[in-house]
């Protein structure tokens, strides 16, 4: 009896309607772009300073310009490794007393003004920005800065929780109703975030967001891949993960145009309501259909694909049976445990580099995207050249995997995305164009990374074990979110460059622990536990070891 890929062979693997399903299905995987990383344009922070009414006050009287404004009545830089006072303390000084000069008001109250007492800020922030943020909205500065932390960390908590719950709920009542309902909780989500009154608010919509995006970003990617056949499925995958880098390119293009991040919110969530057209435009998956014993339903489907295809069905090919049918004979007897990823030594290894991997490649795609909100000169530019060089990435992978193999140029590009964020920590300031550069490197390895952990991932664990494998390792990658907002906007209060001298160890430790994993290029998916533990071992030994048995077996004989 065939299965749906020995349909595909005869009806296009990679037709009319795979064509058009991977194009509605990449409009997902770039939407999902503005909720994984809008924190650099939603949570901006400006230069700022507090409020002091009287100061201003002050200000109008004498005619100052805004710089004379800020060194009559701003403090100045604190010491290295402290917050600036001029962001979170002000001068106690009653400003409205008369009898402040206008040349140096400061100085008939004390010879130096660094003994002039300062204060907290007791009327707000000015911010020096022409647009709006989260921070600017809800003073998340100063002593509420964490908060802007926990904002990025709810998303990526609801990652965390969502992909395990929705991705069960994904397997038990099918890919399309799960699909539709995330986008409709995704898009009602994002709108109600850009109309939350307070923070509270905010960062409910937020983690509710968290909750569904990824999930529904997952059975895009998923369906896509259980629509097209095997010898297209790999290159599908990378490129589905390609249009999300199109999401990034335009998310800069339309922060740019929109400054006010309530308005940006808004712009980049209502494309998800025409998602929900999605209900008429793409059929349930038929392998999914199959797994239910729904082979009828499964074998209409197909007779649609091939109807779009304009390709006809062979009569031969007029029934269906799971591609796993094989296996569920092995499955019946096997049952999966999380001992199961630690109780062999080589599986054990597998799954520790992995799951520091997926941590280590979360922390470092998302913290060298928020740190460079924070250090870089025009944040727009920025992204949007960064983002660019994930193209190329994506490119390099389809080049080199089935060529140069995948364990040297995945920990190649831990090292490189590692050496670069320790290079750019000795570059100079004023040589911006080299910042730029090696942080796009620097970028560009990460992106590489963060990819073939996602390809690799399924080959190093036998089949009945797969799927719990890939799940609690990527799990680690949500944990690697929550974590890296703390680290990248806490560090940096310590020291500007810190951030990245972690990233670079991180980095080249990550390399190093990737080339003690074994090659998968060229072989078969394994079955069985033996096989994983067998991946490493040199052919030549075992085929020594088939030797000496014959000759053993061949001496009573002689």
């Known amino acids: 009896m065939p299965t749906v890929d020995d349909i595909l062979e005869h009806i296009g693997e990679f037709h009319s309607f795979q064509k058009q399903t991977f194009f509605l299905l990449a409009l ?3 939407s999902f772009a503005p909720i994984y990383v809008g924190i650099v344009f939603l949570g901006f922070t400006p230069e700022h300073r507090c409020r ?42 009653d400003w409205n ?19 002039l007492p300062l204060g907290p800020c007791r009327h707000g922030w000015v911010y020096d920005t022409p647009g709006s943020s989260i921070v600017t909205e809800f003073n998340l500065v100063c002593a509420n800065s964490w908060l802007l932390d926990l904002f990025q960390s709810a998303v990526n908590l609801g990652f965390f929780l969502g992909s ?76 589905y993960q390609a249009t999300f880098t199109v999401g990034l390119v335009v998310l800069a293009g339309v922060a740019f145009a929109l400054p006010h991040w309530r308005w940006l919110q808004l712009v980049v969530t209502l494309p998800n309501f025409c998602f929900l057209l ?30 779009k295809n304009r390709k006809p069905m062979p009569t031969s090919l007029q029934s269906l049976r799971p591609d796993e049918e094989a296996g569920e004979k092995v499955g019946e007897k096997l049952k999966p445990s999380f001992l199961d990823l630690v109780r062999t030594p080589q599986i054990r290894k597998n799954t520790l580099i992995l799951m520091y991997n997926w941590f280590m490649g979360s922390v470092f795609y998302q913290g060298l995207i928020m740190y460079m909100g924070l250090t870089g000169s025009n944040i727009y530019l920025d992204f949007f050249y960064s983002a660019l060089v994930e193209f190329p990435a994506a490119l390099i992978i389809i080049l080199t995997i089935d060529r140069i193999g995948r364990r040297y140029p995945w920990a190649g590009s831990n090292m490189v995305a590692g050496a670069a964020c320790l290079a750019s920590v000795f570059i100079p300031d ?14 560009m390895g990460s992106t590489i990374a ?64 990737v080339l003690l994993l074994p090659e998968t ?36 004989l002689n």
């Not at 898009?187 to 923070?199: D, E, N, Q």
């Not at 680690?476 to 460059?497: A, K, N, Q, S």
């Not at 394994?526 to 000759?551: A, C, G, H, S």
Request: glycine share 8%.
């Open 164 to 239: 395990v719950s929705i991705g069960y709920i994904a397997d038990r009542f099918g890919r399309k109703p799960c699909l539709l309902v995330t986008i409709l909780i995704t898009a009602t989500s994002g709108v109600l975030m850009a109309v939350s009154p307070t923070y509270t608010w905010t960062l409910m919509f937020r983690l509710v967001q968290g909750l569904v995006s990824k999930a529904g970003w997952l059975i895009g990617y998923i369906l896509m891949t259980e629509f097209v056949g095997p010898s297209y499925r790999r290159a599908v995958g990378i490129l």
């Open 430 to 443: 004023d040589l911006e164009w080299l910042r730029v550069a090696v942080a796009c490197l620097g970028r």
């Open 521 to 556: 290029k060229g072989k078969t998916l394994p079955e069985t536990i033996d096989e994983v533990e067998n991946l490493q071992r040199p052919r030549k030994n075992k085929e020594r070891m088939i030797y000496l048995q014959v000759k053993k077996q061949d001496i009573p």
């Open 450 to 513: 963060i990819e073939m952990v996602c390809l690799v991932n399924a080959e190093l664990y036998p089949t009945f074990i797969r799927n719990l494998g890939v799940l609690v390792c990527s799990s680690m990658c949500d944990i690697g979110g929550i974590v890296t907002p703390f680290l990248v906007y806490r560090l940096t209060d310590i020291w500007h460059e810190l951030p990245m001298v972690i990233f670079a160890v991180f980095g080249l430790i990550a390399g190093g622990l």
């Open 28 to 30: 997902l995987s770039a």
């Open 52 to 93: 002091s009414p009287g100061a201003a006050a002050l200000s109008r009287r004498c005619g100052w310009s805004p710089a004379e404004e800020l060194n009559f009545t701003v403090p100045g830089p604190g010491p290295r490794g402290e917050a600036f006072p001029r962001q979170c303390r002000r001068f106690e000084v």
């Open 278 to 307: 999605y209900y008429w435009c793409l059929p349930e998956s038929p392998r999914w259909l199959l797994s239910q014993n729904e082979g009828a339903k499964a074998l209409r489907v197909m007779e649609y694909i091939s109807r």
């Open 97 to 115: 007393q008369s009898g402040l000069g206008c040349a140096d008001p400061l100085a008939g109250l004390a010879a130096n003004r660094s003994h």
